[in-house]
């Protein structure tokens, strides 16, 4: 890769006087609510919690008060998981052979029971929470849900007969030791799931695309002193936000299924709780018109990474980031009847949705979806959206503008390639394609045909680093032509069910791509060299 001398002052300058994190213990200062505020937050009634912060409160650190540590440390956390083991035999307790980056456990648990009908096929189920470790409620639900499995054989059969899991409760064991938002090396977990810079994001992803799950869930919390207006007078107010994958590279009846039957049931269920819940969206502070913006379709995110395996895939945000022990059981119980709404709604439709998304997935990899999307963009509307007055502890309704991203417009479309060739030289983008749970083959003669070769236009690079990298925009002008790339290089068939990762990471003007994150790397005038093999027409 070449050095990007023009920026190489500039940056250096920047990050000594913006550097704000150390190794270990980066934690955020504590901003409880007011009594104001959090007279709307009252416990949960009908909601029992039998995770360790509740079933045992002796268990609990003396620095969670304080905002310092998390409810539930890692030893507790895997003796908690070792019991239900011990307990259960339709629950099978693993700890991998891999670490996290400090070298703790990332211990995971299968839940299974054979299946009354022999014949009958199962979904299967993949949820996790900790990948941001200053975020407990979203582990602290999953071992809820445990526990509740534990308690309840009734709904655990009915459940099990329908669904496997696999439970990851903590991916994120490092940050929660130092309860600070990301991992030991101070990358952020969740941006990682395209370029996959850290080994730890490697093996977890391994693991998942072993798995193959037909339905995903992330489960997080987000800030909730965040102050928005003019004069700082609103605050967020939703118990639990929830967003379904955003990328249009997912087949059509795969988001249709999750933003449809499968966001009703956990609304349905979250607001029949006396819960509030919306979309999950991010805001900039300061304006009485506020912009929320929803996630995009950039699948260096989890939940939008993980989607396209041809699943779905949600994520869900609890009110908690900065409060420490503050409504703790309240949002522990919105993010449990978040993720046990998600379950029902499975499992209550569980041949719709198998079939639905097997269905899908055929037809995705036979190419019956049509051209793939490149780049798309947000479509701005205009709407209300609930807050909380801080001034006086009030529910309001904002009129904002919602950056909209379900779907998102598309922007640049191209044909959809028959493969996808590279020469041997980039044998590290067929590892990272590989690690994605894309098929890769190494060319065993010379390949030698007409194809769609791109040339880079323009090349924009990013004013600052973000998560270690000067992202590059890519324009490109196609052309075509006999290209030659020789035995030994790789070829990745679009025939397969997860092509959209291909799709994603070898378009280079994507916004996750490989070109962006300069493992391809491109200057204005270069030839791309990953050339798109068309089909015949």
């Known amino acids: 890769m070449r050095i990007l001398e023009s920026l190489a002052l500039s940056l250096l300058h920047a990050g000594l006087a913006s550097a704000q994190t150390k190794y270990a213990d980066n934690q955020v200062p504590v901003v409880r609510d007011s009594d104001l505020v959090s007279r709307l937050f009252p416990d949960v009634d009908g909601v029992e919690l039998l995770s360790p912060a509740f079933a045992d409160r002796d268990s609990v650190p003396a620095g969670w008060a304080n905002g310092t540590s998390g409810p539930t440390d890692q030893e507790t956390l895997e003796n908690f998981l070792r019991g239900l083991a011990d307990k259960h035999d339709w629950l099978t307790y693993h700890e991998p052979p891999f670490t996290s980056e400090d070298g703790r456990s990332i211990p995971y648990v299968n839940l299974s029971l054979p299946s009354p009908e022999s014949n009958s096929a199962k979904l299967r189920i993949w949820l996790q929470g900790g990948v941001h470790g200053n975020e407990p409620a979203g582990d602290q639900a999953v071992l809820a849900l445990l526990a509740k499995f534990s308690a309840n054989s009734t709904w655990t059969s009915s459940i099990l007969s329908r669904a496997d899991l696999l439970v990851l409760p903590r991916y994120n064991p490092d940050g929660v030791a130092y309860f600070q938002r990301e991992l030991a090396s101070n990358y952020d977990p969740n941006r990682d799931h395209t370029l996959l810079q850290r080994r730890q994001t490697e093996d977890v992803k391994q693991l998942l695309s072993a798995f193959d799950p037909h339905i995903f869930l992330d489960a997080h919390e987000y800030t909730a002193s965040q102050k928005l207006g003019a004069q700082g007078q609103w605050l967020k107010a939703q118990d639990v936000q929830v967003s379904h994958v955003k990328n249009p590279n997912i087949h059509p009846a795969i988001r249709a299924l999750g933003e449809g039957l499968f966001l009703r049931g956990i609304q349905d269920e979250v607001r029949g709780h006396g819960l509030r819940t919306s979309a999950y969206f991010t805001a900039p502070s300061g304006d009485d018109v506020p912009v929320l913006t929803e996630p995009s379709s950039i699948s260096r995110a989890g939940h939008n990474s993980a989607g396209l395996l041809q699943s779905i895939s949600f994520l869900t945000e609890t009110r908690g980031i900065r409060l420490a022990d503050q409504h703790f059981q309240r949002r522990v119980a919105a993010g449990l009847v978040a993720i046990d709404a998600l379950l029902q709604t499975a499992v209550d439709n569980a041949e719709e949705v198998y079939s639905t998304i097997e269905r899908a997935r055929g037809e995705f990899a036979r190419g019956e979806t049509g051209d793939i999307i490149v780049t798309d963009r947000a479509r701005l509307t205009n709407t209300t959206w609930s807050f909380i007055d801080a001034r006086n502890g009030s529910l309001v309704h904002i009129p904002v503008r919602f950056q909209n991203s379900t779907p998102p417009a598309p922007e640049l479309v191209r044909r959809r390639p028959a493969a996808y060739v590279f020469p041997r030289a980039w044998a590290g983008v067929a ?29 924009e690079l990013a004013t600052a680093k973000y998560e270690g990298v000067v992202e590059a925009s890519v324009t490109t002008s196609t052309s075509r032509r006999v290209v030659q790339v020789r035995r030994g290089g790789f070829r990745v068939d679009a025939g397969q069910k997860n092509a959209a990762f291909a799709f994603v990471a070898l378009e280079p003007e994507n916004r996750a791509s490989f070109a962006r994150y300069n493992v391809i790397d491109l200057e204005a005038g270069d030839e791309y060299p990953v050339y798109r093999v068309l089909k015949s027409e």
């Open 431 to 459: 590892a990272r394609l590989r690690v994605l749970g894309v098929r890769v083959d190494e060319l065993a003669e010379d390949f030698v045909g007409e194809a769609e070769v791109l040339t880079a236009t323009a090349v």
